[in-house]
C-alpha cells in the first residue's frame, strides 16, 4: 500500500524566515513518483515539482528547492525568504507506474506566513 | 496553454437533490481524474478516465455517484441523491497519460448539502 505522511499539520512563520515542509512516503514499488502541490485560498492545487525515484538529485528553483532521500524516503521542501503570497496549503503526493498516474496525497501543511 | 476548466464552482443543494459537474482537460490529455477534497484533508481520488473508458473507480460511491467521459474530452461528475457527508471539493484534474506524468488540477466545483 502506498501512503504520504505530512506530519507538520500547521506552520506559521515570519516573512523572510526559510521554512521547511516534511514529507514522507511508503511504497514498496522501484517506479514512483514524488510531487508537490501548493493550494491557495481559491482552492486550485497548483503543480510545483514532479520527480522520479531514479533520479535524486535535489533541485531549486528560485526560493523553493526540495530534498529528496530514498534512504529515509522522504521529499521534503523548503521555501527561502519566505513572503507572504507563500501562506497555502502544500501537499506531498505519490504515484507508482503500476497504480496508472493515480496520486496518493498527504494530509497537507497549512502554511501561514506573517508579515 | 488553458487550463482544467471546471463549472460551477459553487453550488449549493438540499440533501435528496442532484447535482452535477462538469470538466474540461487540457487540450490533448488522454487521462482524466475525479478527486474529492474534504475540508481539512488531502484530495481522495474517485474515478479515473484513460480517454472515454474507466480506468479505476474502486472509490467511486456508485450507489450515488456517476461519472462519464463520452467522447474522451469532456467529463460530467453526478450526484443522486446527494447527503450531507457529500460536502466537499471536486476537484478534476487531467494529464497527457498514465505514466508518471504530471496530473494537473482545475479549479474545483465547491458543493455544500443542507
Known amino acids: 500500500a502506498q501512503k504520504v505522511t505530512q506530519a507538520q499539520t500547521e506552520i506559521s512563520v515570519v516573512e523572510k524566515e526559510d521554512v521547511t515542509l516534511d514529507c514522507v512516503y511508503e511504497t514498496r514499488d522501484t517506479t514512483y513518483y514524488l510531487f508537490w502541490y501548493k493550494q491557495p485560498p481559491s482552492g486550485e492545487l497548483v503543480f510545483l515539482i514532479r520527480?522520479?525515484?531514479?533520479?535524486?538529485q535535489n533541485e531549486i528553483s528560485g526560493r523553493y528547492s526540495w530534498n529528496f532521500q530514498k534512504s529515509t524516503s522522504s521529499f521534503n521542501f523548503t521555501i527561502t525568504a519566505s513572503q507572504v503570497v507563500d501562506s497555502a496549503v502544500y501537499f506531498c503526493?505519490?504515484?507508482?507506474f503500476g497504480a496508472g498516474n493515480m496520486l496518493t496525497f498527504g494530509g497537507g501543511t497549512r502554511l501561514m506566513v506573517k508579515p | 496553454e488553458a487550463g482544467v476548466a471546471q463549472s460551477p464552482r459553487y453550488k449549493i443543494i438540499e440533501k435528496r437533490q442532484s447535482v452535477a459537474f462538469w470538466c474540461n482537460p487540457i487540450s490533448g490529455h488522454a487521462t482524466l481524474y475525479w478527486y474529492q477534497q474534504i475540508l481539512g484533508q488531502g484530495p481522495k481520488l474517485l474515478i479515473q478516465f484513460q480517454n472515454n473508458g474507466v480506468v479505476d473507480d474502486s472509490q467511486l460511491p456508485k450507489d450515488r455517484f456517476s461519472a462519464e467521459r463520452l467522447k474522451g474530452v469532456d467529463s460530467t461528475l453526478k450526484i443522486q441523491p446527494a447527503k450531507l457527508e457529500d460536502s466537499a471539493v471536486y476537484l478534476c484534474?487531467?494529464?497527457?497519460?498514465?505514466?508518471?506524468?504530471?496530473?494537473?488540477f482545475g479549479e474545483g466545483s465547491w458543493l455544500t448539502v443542507v
Open positions: 503526493a505519490l504515484s507508482y
Open positions: 484534474a487531467s494529464s497527457l497519460d498514465r505514466g508518471g506524468n504530471t496530473i494537473y
Open positions: 520527480r522520479n525515484s531514479f533520479d535524486e
